[in-house]
């Protein structure tokens, strides 16, 4: 139980690690770019998002999964699998540098795309090749994951601080965010690489193994569709600066996510051997109580702090009003609402296919109303539209979840 809790302790340091950077970073950044080329860095790194979101982390609670059915296996056989997986990323990071280019010269020509920002993110691309956190997490050693992310993020820190004085350094900043994202991929393989056995790359191997991933797959472009598509229907809209605000306002959103996103990634591993032995319910009496308390607390503690913490994070650059704050945190609840049904419920139970229907709901509202919502009420119609979309997504999950349990 002791060695349960310091595992817990540093998964909870390694994502908070992950949370002060921004904290301590986007004020210098905001206070040095305007606003018009933060978002041309935003637009950048949300094609490059959208890439690797679809190509590199898609594959990462299948991964999770897939290891953990041969994890009582001997080390040869973990190994061999652990090999291959790097092989399937090797053809997904090929897949995401043509695609990346596609979008590159459509953006550059249309939108009006800082194509120097952009190509920056080619590194990170590349690196994902050897992008091996699942292995981490599916083994829970977060601690040496805590400590490559304390020293990166420090140098980081370190370099925005001294470097990023003016707008003049956009590019520059480009490039430290883009070779930080290829760093993180480098050093975390670097300290597993004993553990992986490399075959040839077989592609109809390949393509047979990734079948079994089609939901995850499938799951990942819907999720992009509205993670990401409202921004990019923004800055059409609306423009960069407006594409910058609505932008800060999710960044503070995400760092709100990474304490339940930390819990849920931490006891998936936990749900699936729970499952495996039909303990489903008893898991679920031990785990759902802690979770939704968890929840409120930051759902609380935000609604009180969280208009000083915005001010803090953009000075007087940005003009946001209070009921921000109130959009964003009923944005935080709903959004850890779908991501633990799917870890704990739909993942363990192999139905991703609920998730599936779900982010479709979620999708459909989203591109047919987000529209309007900009229309009528600015950037802020953006975060409107996705927690209406998410709520009605989250709603479906739970229906479904009902029907199969009473159906037996």
Known sequence: MENYFKKLGYSFAYNMANAIFPVLT??????????????????????????????????????????????EQNSE????????????????????????????????????????????????????????????????????????????????????????????????????????????????????????IFGRILIPDILRYLKRSKQFYFNSLIGIGYQYVDQIILSILLGKSDLAAVNILKQIGNMLLIIPNTICRFLLPIALES????????????????????????????????????????????????????????FFIVVSASVFIDTQYSIPQYLEKITTYSNVIVLTFLLTSVYFFINKFGYLGTLMCITIAEGCGVFFMILLHLLKKYKG
Not at 45 to 62: E, K, M, T
Not at 132 to 138: G, M
Not at 285 to 302: A, G, S, T, W
């Open 26 to 71: 986007l004020p210098l950044v905001f206070r040095s770019l305007s606003q018009n080329s933060y978002g041309d860095f935003v637009l950048a790194n949300i094609l490059y998002q959208v890439i690797n979101s679809l190509f590199c982390v898609s594959l990462l609670q299948f991964f999770i999964r897939s290891y953990g059915e041969v994890k």
């Open 77 to 196: 056989i973990k190994a061999k699998l652990c090999g291959f997986f790097i092989n399937i990323q090797t053809l997904s990071a090929i897949a995401s540098a043509i695609i990346f280019t596609i979008l590159i010269i459509i953006f550059y020509n249309y939108f009006k795309l800082n194509i120097e920002v952009a190509c920056w993110f080619y590194i990170p691309i590349v690196s994902s090749v050897i992008n091996v956190e699942w292995l981490y997490f599916s083994t829970h050693r977060y601690k040496p994951l805590f400590m490559r992310t304390i020293f990166i993020k420090s140098i980081l820190f370190i370099l925005v601080l001294f470097l990023i004085k003016n707008n003049n350094d956009l590019n520059l900043y480009s490039a430290i965010m883009s070779v930080s994202y290829a760093i993180v991929n480098i050093v975390g393989f670097i300290y597993l690489r004993n553990e992986f």
């Open 275 to 330: 499952y495996k032995k039909s303990e489903g319910t008893a898991y679920h009496i031990k785990y759902d109580k802690l979770f939704v308390l968890c929840v409120f607390l930051i759902f609380l503690i935000f609604i009180i702090f969280g208009y000083s913490i915005l001010k803090y994070f953009v000075g007087d650059l940005y003009n946001f009003e209070y009921q921000s704050i109130m959009y964003v945190a009923i």
